[in-house]
């Protein structure tokens, strides 16, 4: 319980003026300095009849005559500054009331609603205490996730996990800002408080063995930490001979898997020009879709003129789709006939529970990783359908829910393709079907509007590029406000998560991954009650 | 009250002020020191405002005698009969009163009684009446024949030695004095500079 003490530390001023769509303004007690208060934190106010939650949007300098400003006081003096801090001159803070709580018992059960009014004049503004916070995201238990702490607090912010799976969630920031070790903390609970598989295509290695944090220490990957419920698959046996792992696969890919969407999808990293483009489509049509390939590569060795005549494919046109598809004959995971099929093996782990990382080893450019993983996605998105389609009209049990997820979105889901692949359909669609994607990106503004908007939870850590925060705060309300928190978060290990999953916008920062007391708690949960529990529950079932 | 505390007598008497002639010739209480005095019943405080002493006769103007005097005490010693002819008086404004043991900062109903003894207050009464701040709107408000500026500031570090950290108690003060004075900020930084030395 909250003592006397404990409120007259967190008081922090008084409601002054204000609106719901820009929030209101905040005087500040004279004994509170405007450099003790962050941007970001939580705000509970004390309304005559609620209790609402906000955010610190902004904090400002005023005075009560302007005329004080013209001819400052003498505050070199202490005393002068003493007295006229609070009085002549005052701080005053912005908070955006985003929740309230009635104050009578029905409005406590119901729980935190969205703000729908404002705090009456002078009401008490205070920090949120801990039992604020854990009113408004809940406390940790067997599907909620703890994520972080909200700044300058203890308490745990809690992510729902089941509920965060069941739209597609973004995570964005600059580079270098920690969106790896926050994905790796989001994927680790899915796989602890959720039932969902996952489907990742680690373009850099991160996520399935050991990565190393910023500071050059190696974190633990998924596959250490839950080794039965991941399985790793590799493009690259050289880099894992490296490494000394052993993934469960290794991955190769036909070119009759490959069809002239995946290329099409490629035409800026390789640097096709339209007329390639159909040029494609004309070659998949003389050859079939699942020769087209080889026996176009079989025509850049021999004498291809009497076709590219008949095709009407202008000589230049065929050099820049040679240039261009040579750049894939590269790939030793392409190969011409795949001897296993890689989408039926991950389809089979995912369907035993089992989460899979696809890791690119040594081909971490961009060709391989939007080649494999569009190619890879639009297999596994067709079966997905199938499989759900018939459970639906069998009345049977649906698959279990899955996540894709992909770095470097913009370069599948910009507006200029999202709406032919497979990415683009899964974000606006395939909810519907149990798929959902986790997408990870540094240029959220590269990314479809129509795409963004779909997007259930964001998590951002810092953005400084006016598109890319306008793109990420896109339909929210308070966008403006939430501009101003978004680009002031520290470059380190803080995120600003709204969206979805999550009652209101929220400022964490990180919980701590790589030490050996982190992995205690980041680990299955089979040890614990619950899990036992769970394992009762599918016994039974 | 004690006999030999008391300084002088209300010899003139209002609702906001009075003015007390003292027993002693040039024995006014200092400028913004805090008095008190007898109403019907109740005490009521006041803060000395201004002091002047002068001919008792007002048809008769004080003439210098002291030139060939070795000191200005040998012009007494000459002249025995100038302390009775001479005499000292101050103005002090209401401030408060005290009503069942309650100090209550604003103007009593009614004047305090003319010839009504007035004391000095000690640091223990001054410290009482200045927990509240209230009354200091009725200085900053007053019209005064001196600057009412002179008269706060002089009270409030008379005040601030009846608490046991002065400092706090004028900062406190300040501030109350920059809510009322929050229109006029070269009032109040002027104030404000002579409130500390």
């Not at chain 2, 008391?6 to 006014?28: D, H, K, P």
């Amino acid at each position: 319980m909250s003592t006397d003490s404990d409120l007259e530390k967190r008081h922090l001023g008084k409601v002054i003026s204000g609106s719901l769509a820009q929030g209101v303004h905040v005087k500040l007690d004279p004994v509170r300095s405007v450099e003790d208060i962050a941007v970001g934190r939580y705000i509970a106010i004390s309304g005559q009849k609620k209790r609402f939650f906000g955010m610190i949007t902004d904090v400002s300098l005023e005075a009560v005559d302007p005329r004080a400003l013209i001819m400052p006081p003498d505050i070199s003096d202490p005393f002068i500054a003493k007295v006229v801090s609070g009085t002549t001159t005052y701080g005053n803070i912005s908070v955006l009331p985003m929740l309230t709580i009635g104050s009578d018992v029905a409005g406590t059960m119901e729980g935190p609603q969205p703000a729908k009014t404002v705090p009456s004049h002078f009401s008490e503004v205070e920090f949120a205490s801990d039992e604020d916070v854990k009113t408004v995201f809940g406390a940790e238990d067997r599907q909620r996730f703890y994520i972080g702490n909200p700044l300058d607090m203890e308490t745990k912010v809690c992510l729902n996990m089941e509920e965060l799976v069941k739209r597609s969630n973004g995570v964005f920031g600059k580079s270098g800002t920690g969106k790896t070790f926050l994905t790796r903390l989001l994927l680790i609970g899915m796989l602890q408080k959720s039932r969902t598989t996952s489907l990742i295509f680690d373009m850099h290695n991160e996520y399935g063995w050991e990565g190393t944090s910023e500071k050059d220490h190696k974190v633990k990957g998924l596959k250490q930490l839950f080794p039965g419920k991941v399985a790793v698959f590799s493009l690259d046996e050289d880099y894992d001979k490296r490494r000394k792992v052993k993934s469960d696969f290794t991955v190769k890919i036909g070119y009759n898997e490959i069809e002239p969407e995946d290329i099409q999808l490629l035409k800026y990293i390789l640097n096709l020009t339209e007329a390639s483009v159909q040029a494609i489509y004309e070659l998949a049509k003389e050859f079939g879709d699942d020769k087209w390939l080889e026996s176009t590569f079989n025509l850049f060795e021999s004498d291809s003129a009497v076709l590219i005549e008949k095709l009407k494919i202008h000589e230049s046109t065929w050099r820049n789709l040679r240039r261009g598809l040579r750049m894939l004959q590269r790939f030793p995971f392409l190969v011409r006939r795949a001897p296993e099929d890689t989408v039926k093996k991950i389809l089979d782990y995912i369907s035993s529970g089992k989460s899979v990382v696809l890791q690119f080893g040594g081909y971490d450019d961009l060709t391989a990783y939007v080649l494999v993983a569009n190619l890879l996605t639009r297999r596994i998105y067709n079966l997905y359908r199938e499989r759900v389609d018939i459970a639906t009209s069998a009345d049977t049990k649906k698959p279990d829910q899955l996540v894709i997820t992909i770095e470097e979105a913009h370069r599948f889901l910009n507006p200029d393709i999202a709406a032919q692949t497979t990415f683009g359909k899964i974000a606006r669609e395939m909810r519907k079907y149990n798929v959902t994607m986790l997408v990870i990106d540094q240029r959220p503004s590269g990314i479809d509007e129509e795409v963004m908007s779909q997007i259930g939870t964001k998590i951002t850590c810092l953005l400084d590029n006016e598109k890319d925060v306008d793109a990420v705060l896109t339909g929210v309300a308070g966008k403006s406000e939430l501009k101003s928190v978004l680009s002031k978060l520290e470059s380190k290990q803080q995120a600003l998560i709204f969206g979805h999953a999550l009652p209101m916008p929220v400022v964490v920062r990180v919980r701590e991954y790589g030490s050996a007391d982190s992995y205690k708690e980041l680990g299955p949960l089979n040890s614990g009650e619950s899990g036992k529990k769970d394992q009762l529950d599918d016994l039974w079932n | 009250m004690d006999l030999k505390q008391r300084i002088a007598e209300v010899v003139e008497t209002s609702n906001a002020e009075f003015m007390a002639q003292c027993y002693n010739l040039e024995g006014a209480p200092a400028l913004g020191s805090m008095v008190k005095t007898k109403s019907k019943d109740y005490d009521i405080y006041a803060i000395v405002y201004s002091s002047s002493t002068h001919g008792i006769d007002p048809n008769r103007r004080i003439i210098a005698r002291g030139q060939n005097a070795g000191s200005e005490a040998d012009i007494y010693k000459a002249n025995p009969q100038l302390s009775k002819l001479l005499s000292t008086d101050f103005r002090a404004l209401i401030v408060g009163y005290n009503k069942d043991k309650a100090i209550l900062q604003y103007l009593p109903p009614s004047p305090a009684s003319i010839y009504a003894f007035v004391y000095p207050c000690d640091m223990n009464e001054v410290r009482d009446f200045t927990q509240s701040l209230n009354f200091l709107s009725l200085l900053t408000d007053a019209r005064l024949s001196v600057s009412p500026d002179e008269v706060i500031t002089a009270f409030l570090r008379y005040a601030g030695q009846s608490h046991p950290s002065p400092n706090d108690f004028l900062v406190k003060a300040g501030k109350e004095i920059a809510w009322l004075l929050s229109n006029d900020i070269r009032r109040l930084d002027s104030i404000l500079k002579r409130l500390q030395k």
